[in-house]
Each structure stands twice: as structure tokens, then as C-alpha cells.
């Protein structure tokens, strides 16, 4: 029998600790659990986050660890979830925007979908990189240096980012394949 504990990845899900698209977080999840690894909630608080299904108050989830106490170390990728709030959250905290940027520096996985890379531009690792994301952060990302495209998913390097939920299949895809490297 094959030990397969070493090919067990953890995964950090970021979020602020509201306005969270409840889809796009629940379903990467799903994706990294059913790929036979380990998802962790990681939040600029404490307690719950409050998840939203567009406008409407949806489920709360509890954080496994906060931002401040994270390290990139410990982690085999990152996901960043969208919803409008949530993002725009992230970019204001400064451990945050730390945590993405040490990150994408690592080299390893980040993948943001929707509204997610509003926290990609604050944490300056865009340049010279080419994402997709909800059609109105086009201007923020080209403003940032990037290169926008309307595609469902686009991979460059290690940022995998998708537009929005009906991209969920194909970015759920592209983050279990980039574990599985």
C-alpha cells in the first residue's frame, strides 16, 4: 500500500469576515476535499464569517486561524474568494495584503476569482501578468499593469483567476491540477 499522507496539500481559503460569495467558497472547497486535501479558513478575525449568496445574508463558517497568525509556510496554495465586500475588506488589511503578497512571491498557487483580485492589486503582484476577473475590475488590474482577458479561467505562472461562478468547473479544475504538481 502506497503512503499517500506526503501528497496531502493544505490549502488557505482567505476572506474578511463578511460579504463572502458563499458559492465561491464552498465550491473550491469541495474541489481541494474531494482532490484529498486539506482546506483552512483563514480571516482577518476570529470567530465566524458571514457568507452572502449576492445580497442576501447566506451561511457563517468558522475560521480555522486569522491572517496575523498564518504562515505562508504552512501552506501549499491560496484561494481567494470573491463577493464584492469581501475583497474590498481584504485590501484594507495590512496583514492581509501582506500574507497575498508573500504568497505570490512563494511561487506557490494563488488562485482568485470574481472580485478576488482587487486583493492581487493592493498586495502589487500583478505587473506584467496576465488574469481575468469580474468585467469591472478590468480597468484596476490594467491600471495595476496587468493584462486583462475575458476568458473562464486564465493561468499565469502560479495566479489561477476566473470571472465568476459559472467559471467554478474550470477554476476548481486548475487549482486541483496545480496541487496535484
Not at 32 to 41: F, T, Y
Not at 153 to 166: C, E, F, K, Q, Y
Request: charged share 25%; hydrophobic share 40%; proline share 6%.
Amino acid at each position: 500500500m502506497t503512503d499517500t499522507t506526503n501528497s496531502r496539500r493544505k490549502v488557505a481559503f482567505l476572506v474578511a469576515t463578511e460579504g463572502i460569495e458563499q458559492v465561491e467558497l464552498t465550491e473550491p472547497w469541495k474541489a481541494v476535499e474531494d482532490a484529498g486535501h486539506q482546506p483552512v479558513l483563514v480571516s482577518t478575525e476570529a470567530g465566524e464569517v458571514q457568507a452572502f449568496d449576492h445580497l442576501d445574508k447566506a451561511d457563517t463558517f468558522p475560521v480555522d486561524v486569522t491572517v496575523a497568525e498564518a504562515e505562508v509556510g504552512d501552506y501549499d496554495a491560496l484561494v481567494l474568494p470573491g463577493g464584492v465586500a469581501n475583497p474590498d475588506a481584504l485590501r484594507t488589511d495590512s496583514d492581509a495584503v501582506s500574507f497575498v503578497r508573500t504568497f505570490v512571491e512563494s511561487g506557490k498557487p494563488v488562485a482568485a476569482i470574481c472580485h478576488a483580485p482587487w486583493t492581487l492589486v493592493e498586495a502589487d503582484v500583478v505587473r506584467g501578468r496576465t488574469l481575468t476577473s469580474w468585467p469591472s475590475l478590468q480597468t484596476d488590474l490594467r491600471n495595476a499593469g496587468a493584462t486583462w482577458e475575458d476568458r473562464e479561467v486564465v493561468i499565469d505562472d502560479n495566479l489561477i483567476t476566473s470571472r465568476n461562478p459559472d467559471d467554478l468547473p474550470a477554476f476548481g479544475k486548475a487549482l486541483t491540477e496545480a496541487l496535484s504538481r
